[in-house]
């Protein structure tokens, strides 16, 4: 795997290879990390499809003004890749439509690369906190909305207590894991004392009894400085007997039991950004063979596993095995359904076998630099449409696959229509996507997270 996730709030974790996230799963103002934020592009790239026996060179580095085809406005998740070559953007008749269902319109489809263009600026602007005398109460307001939520609850105690700007509080993330608070700073005047105190003595009276600061990079430090600085607030934090533990601790998801390292800074283990798209499949997903591709830690693995047979691949043989310490605190099996390989090369030699899956879980991180020998370079933004259309060919009659992307610079819209041209193709509908959390208050049009299920062919297995 790799580090993921980078978008609004904050990202996955930097796992070797295929999911990488430096910069935490949000990739709003000031995110640091994978999330490919803040340049400027002057021209699209058209992303092919991956090589196969007997293709002719392909220029993969054309460019050319994207011809959209008519879709719905999407609101949900971000997500992170595109490719595949020219083709013929005719939608054949009877395709699928926006809406999931079949039409007769002969809408063209759009192009299988990210229209650079149509990034989400709102996640670059700039970030402005507000005054320090107003910050209790917006602190207090932005915990009795989740209070409203039931965050926490009995069977759940890891959630985002602060989303940023649409909390109110511009350049800061506040993430809960049981009784510790993980604060990202994404404003430095966040770190004034009056900014701190207010957020401390908030904190404390809520009752968290821990504090880890992360505090994202900027171009006034350089990164010794900036690690200084980081390391400087945690360790007063530890010797004022208020710092995050050191040792693992077993954060609880509608349920289930998962091992965070508190102190991983953006591989903590777990993206609560997933947490409502987990419950929901494993209520959805019954006697299936799932794909869990860019499996990370298993968080989807341990949701569907009890009444599913999974097969978690990552390219990370230890994330693998943080994956299995997850099924094993959940009482699970872990004689089968690991493989360590890389995505792409798994997704290949299933084609050839013929193998098929009943559902298949795609949720990759915006950028790994890849590992000799062991995984090829990966980027969302030019493998993210191939990545799409590998999935859907294991994908059974009938099947179904959660795609989903965090990337900064694909808008939900951009994103719908993106996945609308691969199932046209793919044979494929639309049959879901995910409102933002009441955890994370973001418009959909602004949200990270990017996120949609869909149905392979005219079956109908939906348990």
């Known amino acids: 795997m790799s580090t993921r996730r980078s978008s609004n709030s904050a990202a996955r974790p930097a796992s070797p290879p295929a999911k990488s996230r430096p910069a935490g799963r949000d990739a709003t103002p000031g995110r640091s990390g994978k999330a490919a934020g803040g340049r400027s592009v002057q021209r699209e790239t058209r992303v092919p499809r991956p090589p196969r026996e007997g ?30 070559g020219a083709r013929d953007r005719r939608a054949p008749k009877g395709a699928a439509a926006a809406g999931g269902k079949p039409t007769n319109d002969k809408a063209e489809l759009p192009p299988r690369r990210i229209d650079k263009s149509a990034r989400q600026r709102t996640l670059h602007a700039p970030v402005s906190a507000p005054p320090a005398e107003h910050v209790p109460r917006l602190l207090q307001a932005a915990f009795a909305e989740r209070k409203a939520a039931q965050l926490p609850s009995s069977d759940t105690n890891c959630f985002r207590l602060v989303h940023d700007r649409w909390d109110e509080l511009g350049g800061l993330v506040i993430e809960v894991w049981g009784p510790t608070a993980v604060i990202r700073i994404r404003n430095e005047i966040w770190l004034e004392s009056s900014y701190r105190l207010a957020v401390r003595d908030a904190l404390l009276n809520a009752g968290y009894e821990s504090f880890h600061y992360i505090i994202d990079e900027d171009a006034k430090h350089s990164e010794r400085q900036h690690a200084e600085r980081e390391e400087g607030i945690n360790r007063s934090l530890t010797e004022a007997d208020m710092g995050a533990p050191a040792e693992p601790y077993l954060a609880l998801e509608n349920g289930m039991r998962l091992e965070i390292n508190i102190r991983d800074g953006f591989s903590q283990g777990l993206y609560t950004d997933m947490r409502v798209v987990r419950a929901d499949l494993r209520k959805r997903w019954k006697g299936r063979r799932v794909l869990n591709l860019f499996a990370y830690t298993c968080g989807f693995g341990v949701a569907l596993a009890g009444e599913n047979e999974v097969t978690n691949v990552d390219v990370s043989a230890k994330y693998l095995e943080w994956g299995k310490r997850n099924y094993r605190h959940n009482g699970l099996s872990t004689d089968a359904g690991f493989i360590a390989r890389d995505a792409f090369e798994y997704l290949e030699k299933a084609v050839k076998k013929g193998e098929l899956f009943d559902a298949v879980i795609l949720d990759p991180p915006a950028y790994s630099r890849g590992k000799s020998g062991k995984s090829r370079e990966f980027s969302i933004r030019r493998d993210f449409g191939a990545l799409v259309e590998q999935a859907l060919d294991v994908l059974a009659p009938g099947g179904e696959a959660f795609v989903s992307t965090n990337l900064a610079d694909l808008t939900p819209d951009a994103f719908r229509k993106l996945i609308i041209g691969i199932a046209l193709d793919r044979d494929s509908l639309i049959v879901k996507q995910w409102q933002p959390q009441p955890d994370y208050p973001a418009p959909a049009a602004d949200y990270h997270l990017k996120t949609v299920l869909l149905r392979k062919g005219k079956g109908e297995k939906t348990a």
């Open 55 to 84: 293709d002719a060179p392909v220029d993969s580095d054309a460019s050319g003004t994207p011809r959209g085809a008519a879709a719905d406005r999407a609101a949900t998740r971000p997500s992170q890749k595109a490719g595949s």
